[in-house]
């Protein structure tokens, strides 16, 4: 004897459908999709809510179906027609389109209701290397055949990229912890469900760089608040996205992120690989700002090596990059902020990890300009650390204390853990220190910052 779906029961409840209604939503949409012999009827639905579990592909048309009405990602799980959520298929590159699209609206799902227990999940160390060597090779199945029944017009397109832009000015203005949460909402509810839609091969194309852009953002936002594992998912589904898109800059733009991630982590040798394969994947198209991000990236990831000559040459190329790049046309939106306050600012982390304080002084102090200059609080924190960690390479203590206490008054401002872990970096750094009073005010302010 079957057990009742009281899973499929109370969603249908939720969704204020009849068993007849969802039924003829769930034909309706079979036959949209080409599955013309899926005539499922009231009583069907019935036996369904009984506890039989119907033939595929109905669980998905189902699912579908109830995530439709209900303006929100619904699962084979949340119906009872399915297994748990596998949070490892998202650290997959799947050459299935139709995998992809599961992973990322599993991922995000999980995201919004298992929050807790993602940020429990380990950090998978190396996981980006298969995904930029497939990513680079673009050996994947390309876009599915377009459906005869557009629904998605480039005007619904052209609204979730001018979004994008508002999502990306609250996380550098105020850090990545800031819009994550409404990022995500916004994402599972309204973005995530357009890619089951009909569409042209014309919107197909711009809808995934669309969902790539906002995917990556959700990566990006995740690895400032210090959610690495939730992170790494977001960057690895958005790069499949980017490969979808054909849009070469916008993958190798996902790479710098996760080799920015990498490098952070612990982990510079992976992060010097991807930086190098964003940078080969852009061998065909004129991206200067890009190339100066990978750059950078690269010189940070062999500053952590303890390669010098390597770090000083890709910090010229970073520069003659960036050189280019100010005169750059039809500059994507997610290229606006790798700018002087961004690479400079990198630029002295790089030179500051090689310790040498002269020339990281230098360019953390341009990096600070800027950022005052555009009141971008996280990026003028984490330069001012920079800057406090060349005072203690030189002995000098009160110069260092000054910087700090604006470290803090900075972060302050802003909800990022980059901000808070590069503070906790300069304290560590004043050990040495001892018992002084400048390094008990620094700690005191420090923790005062925590606690709120």
């Known amino acids: 004897m079957t057990n009742p779906n009281g899973r499929l029961r109370d969603m249908l409840t939720r969704s204020g459908m009849s068993q007849a209604e969802l039924a003829r939503r769930v034909q309706a949409r079979a036959k949209d999709i080409g599955h013309v012999q899926v005539s499922p009827d009231a009583s069907s639905v019935r036996r369904w809510m009984d506890g039989m579990t119907p033939r595929a592909p109905l669980p998905v048309i ?4 109830l995530s439709a009405r209900l303006g929100r990602r619904i699962t084979t799980y949340d119906v009872g027609l399915g297994d748990p ?41 190396g996981a980006g290397i298969g995904p930029s060597r497939d990513w680079l090779l673009s050996t994947l199945d390309q876009a599915p055949e377009p ?60 809808l995934t760089a669309a969902i790539c852009e906002q995917t990556y953002l959700l990566g990006w936002m995740a690895f400032d608040n210090g959610e690495h594992s939730a992170a790494h998912r977001y960057l690895i589904q958005s790069l499949r996205m980017a490969d979808e898109s054909h849009d070469a800059a916008l993958g190798a733009h996902v790479l710098a992120g996760m080799a920015d991630q990498a490098t952070l982590t612990g982990n510079p040798e992976e992060g010097r690989r991807l930086a190098q394969t964003g940078r080969h994947g852009l061998a065909k198209v004129d991206a200067p700002s890009c190339r100066a991000d990978l750059w950078v990236l690269e010189a940070r990831a062999l500053a952590a090596l303890g390669d010098k000559a390597g770090t000083a040459r890709a910090v010229l190329n970073s520069e003659k990059e960036f050189s280019r790049a100010e005169s750059e046309k039809d500059k994507p939106a997610w290229a606006k902020f790798i700018d002087g306050a961004y690479l400079h600012g990198e630029i002295a982390n790089a030179f500051r990890d090689l310790e040498q304080p002269e020339r990281a002084a230098e360019h953390a102090t341009r990096s600070i300009e800027y950022a005052k200059k555009q009141n971008r609080a ?67 302010r420090a923790r005062a910052l925590l606690a709120v």
């Open 62 to 65: 189902i699912a579908d179906v």
């Open 85 to 125: 959520p596998d949070l490892d298929r998202s650290l997959t590159y799947h050459a299935s389109w139709a995998e992809t699209v599961e992973a990322v609206t599993e991922l995000g799902r999980a995201d919004m209701d298992r929050r807790k227990f993602l940020a429990a999940t380990p950090f998978a160390v």
């Open 147 to 206: 459906t005869s029944s557009e629904r998605l017009r480039l005007e619904d397109v052209t609204k979730v990229r001018n979004m994008f832009g508002a999502f990306q000015e609250i996380d550098v203005m105020q850090g990545g912890g800031s819009g994550r949460d409404l990022l995500k909402k916004y994402m599972n509810e309204h973005v995530y469900p357009l890619l089951r839609q009909a569409y042209s091969k014309k919107v197909y194309r711009a």
């Open 378 to 444: 996280r990026r003028g924190a984490m330069s001012q650390a920079a800057l406090a960690v060349t005072h203690l390479q030189r002995k000098d203590l009160e110069a260092a204390h000054s910087a700090s206490v604006k470290t803090i008054d900075l972060a302050r401002q802003v909800k990022s853990s980059r901000a808070v872990e590069a503070l906790q970096d300069v304290q560590r750094r004043m050990v040495p220190f001892g018992a002084h009073p400048l390094v008990a005010d620094i700690n005191e």
